[in-house]
């Protein structure tokens, strides 16, 4: 499963909006729309996002046009996940290497989504092992392979470990407001014949409660050099609740997102997205149109609550600003 392709000097993407219901590839050889696909999520999830803009850099260059303004432009489609900026960081640096040369660029961001999809098999890899038998596994929002540049890093997890015969049921929470949960983890575990249980986030404390969660695994958005990450909103919710019931609670995740030049999750910018996404459900008005709105896209959980970092390199233990600062050599 893929939510991204490079064929013809052409960026493809599946648009994610209209999933489970429509598969609708929308393809693009003009940089400027991929910056609203990626602020509306036609395309979304941290890595995916980074391969997305190394792409849409290459149709820049292209065309042409000025890479230090389509730098710019991509970088200000969102605001939390690192790996756009890392993405552009590095297409940026190729570009002064090989003077803007269209194919060089072009191979430079191929690479950087297939080491993705290589990373996100070795976490799937090292993830498994925290795994134990007959486990039932608790995930929010989507960090599968629509969200990455395949295979997923959360789910990439869930993937090696249920390809171990080691997955009895994976409570997916269905991620308010947008549904990413719903709509698209769940998509991806039935896809994949992978047992699933779709639940509403307001659920997951009781199944707690019930002994019936073995392990929770989430994504990332960004982490900061302590290990405070921020992800969807209402991980730090289900952080809380695991810590309270004594349930293993891991995070999965690239090194490329990574921050080490923010020293905790205080300095993590949090995405605001409209107040029309929590009035209305898929264009249904769910609440009165002139009500306050609060709609952070993501919320900041403290390294206190996590039990493992599980990277391409390996699982990370506590004291974690000490074992990410080896991390990085
Ligand atoms: C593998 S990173 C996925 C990460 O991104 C999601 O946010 P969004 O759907 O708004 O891009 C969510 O935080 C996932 O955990």
Sequence with gaps: MDA????????FLLDQTKLPVEEVWLSYTDYRPVIDAIRTMVVRGAPAIGVTAAYAYCLAALEGADLKEAKAALAASRPTAVNLFWALE?????AAACGGNPETLIAEAIAIHQEDVAMCRAMGHHGAAVVPDHARILT???????ATGGYGTALGVIRAAHEQGKVDMVYADETRPLLQGA????????TDHIPATLIADNMAASLMAKGQIDLVVVGCDRMAANGDFANKIGTYSVAVNAHHHGVPFYVALPCSTIDLSIPDGSGIPIEEREADEVRTLYGVQTAP???EVYNPAFDVTPH????G???????I???FRENLQKLFG
């Design 4 to 11: 991204i392709r490079w064929e013809g000097n052409t960026l």
């Design 90 to 94: 590095r297409m940026e640096k190729q």
């Design 140 to 146: 929010h929002c989507n960090a599968g392979a629509l």
């Design 183 to 190: 709509r698209l983890t769940a998509y991806e575990l039935v």
């Design 289 to 291: 149109r002139t009500v």
């Design 304 to 307: 206190s609550l996590v039990t």
């Design 309 to 315: 970092i599980i990277t391409e390199k390996g699982v």
């Design 317 to 319: 233990y506590p004291p």
